[in-house]
């Protein structure tokens, strides 16, 4: 099993991102996906899900910005950030659990700032 995730960088708060989390090694279109964040000094957060069935759920500080989808064809998933905020700063993971072993991503920097 193996994410990689793409996309991040240095925005302006307002701006916009998309993180892709590529992934292979297992069947994709029977597993749900999940982003967390850690931002500086803090610990790693739940931020948005993705189920087999393309069903989503948000954490609070994300709902209504933040986006997630699946390609199922490309074995994808994305994290379509809009309105970012500095508080939107962390390194973001792309995560799967595939036969009770949890995977993560090598993990992306997104910068919010002025």
């Known amino acids: 099993v193996k994410l990689v995730e793409s996309g991040g960088g240095l925005v302006q708060p307002g701006e916009s991102l998309n993180l892709t989390c590529a992934a292979s090694?297992?069947?994709?279109?029977?597993?749900?996906l999940s982003w967390y964040r850690q931002a500086p000094g803090k610990e790693r957060k739940l931020i948005a899900v993705i189920g087999d069935d393309s069903r989503t759920s948000y954490s609070n500080s994300v709902k209504g910005r933040f986006t997630i989808s699946r390609d199922n064809a490309e074995n994808t998933v994305y994290l379509q950030m809009n309105s970012l905020k500095s508080e939107d700063t962390a390194v973001y993971y792309c995560?799967?659990?595939?036969?009770?072993?949890?995977?993560w991503g090598q993990g992306i920097q997104v910068t919010v700032s002025s």
């Open positions: 995560i799967v659990v595939v036969s009770l072993t949890r995977t």
């Open positions: 090694g297992f069947t994709f279109v029977n597993y749900g």
